[in-house]
């Protein structure tokens, strides 16, 4: 069913509609939603993002439809609109056409001509939704890989290369978002989806910056690789931007995000793990001292770093760092002492 939202002040248009659109109605091919002005359609738009099209006069009360297709713009970039007003002069059709009308009909309403315009806006918007799907659902691979791996991953080379592994020295943080879980049980999957997007753009960019690399997104927390000159300095010092970065942050659904963080440096395996059958792989790093910096997270508390004493000893002189004490860390037998590091 496509939902279609009018915005006109016209007291006997919405009778009007209905009436020339039963039989689609009926048949629940069409759901029409009416606003009274362009404040009125915004928010109708908030409650009900599946909208697909709307059809709105230009002079409305408190918001006009001229104002209302810029809002659209950035409120709803999917949503086409289809201006239908008594002021068809060429003005205001190139005004509309500017700001992103998709089409322009003149009052008073051919319905023949609307239901025509309205069609061919669906099938606009519909192409567009199966467009973006499509590269959602088989082209992900392709935003990030380049054409030659992705022709390589076509050959016999690919499935030996799933045994190449190597032995390297580098350094990993585990960056979890506290308390991401309770908001997660309260909202709806919108908003949790996209307050954790932003958190983990935030904190990809700081990793970015440090030459590190972004291994995985486990949940709601993510762990970085870095190698190189100073692997365990940079893996610090993206980790303090990004929990730097997050305390600034306002609070949003009455949540105020956080993170606990663990860094550990040393060997590790570094290869593709994954199944040749599948043609799946994932090229990540394996071992103890993973396994170690998962640890330390979980041993953080909110707005935490945490590092082993090997580590301090070789940051000390860099970072300034506060001696915790020692713990325990799962699966490991004898006491690890901890250091927070401040700044």
Excluded: W
Aim: include cysteine; glycine fraction near 4%.
């Amino acid at each position: 069913m496509i939902k279609i939202l009018v915005a006109d002040d016209e007291a006997d248009l919405e009778s009007l509609i209905r009436q020339k659109f039963r039989q689609k109605i009926r048949e629940q091919q069409y759901e029409f939603v009416f606003a009274a002005n362009g404040n009125d359609a915004l928010e109708k738009i908030q409650q009900q993002p599946d909208i697909a099209i709307v059809l709105s006069d230009i002079n409305m009360p408190e918001m006009d439809g001229l104002t209302l297709l810029t809002k659209l713009t950035e409120a709803a970039p999917l949503t086409k609109t289809v201006m239908v007003s008594a002021y068809g002069d060429m003005e205001n059709i190139r005004v509309a056409m500017n700001r992103g009308a998709f089409d322009f009909i003149t009052k008073p309403v051919n319905f023949e001509d609307l239901e025509i315009t309205m069609e061919k806006t669906i099938r606009y918007v519909n192409q567009v939704k199966e467009t973006l799907q499509a590269i959602k659902e088989n082209n992900i691979l392709k935003m990030y890989v380049d054409a030659t791996v992705l022709n390589f991953m076509g050959t016999r080379e690919y499935e030996q290369s799933l045994t190449d592994n190597e032995t390297v020295e580098a350094s990993v943080a585990f960056i979890d978002i506290c308390d991401f879980t309770a908001i997660s049980e309260k909202e709806n999957p919108d908003t949790v989806v996209h307050m954790l997007n932003r958190y983990f753009d935030l904190m990809v960019k700081e990793i970015i910056a440090q030459n590190g690399i972004v291994d995985k997104f486990m949940g709601d927390c993510v762990m970085a690789l870095f190698k190189g000159d100073y692997h365990l300095d940079r893996a610090i010092d993206a980790c303090l931007a990004i929990k730097g970065k997050i305390e600034a942050l306002p609070s949003e659904h009455s949540f105020s995000p956080k993170v606990a963080i663990g860094v550990h440096s040393g060997e590790m395996i570094s290869g593709n793990i994954g199944s040749a059958a599948l043609r799946r792989l994932d090229y990540t790093v394996i071992g103890d001292v993973v396994n170690t910096a998962q640890r330390l997270q979980g041993k953080a508390e909110n707005n935490q770093i945490l590092i082993t004493e090997e580590s301090y000893e070789k940051v000390k002189q860099s970072f300034q760092c506060n001696k915790i004490g020692s713990a325990v860390l799962k699966n490991k037998e004898a006491e690890i002492v901890l250091y927070e590091v401040v700044n």
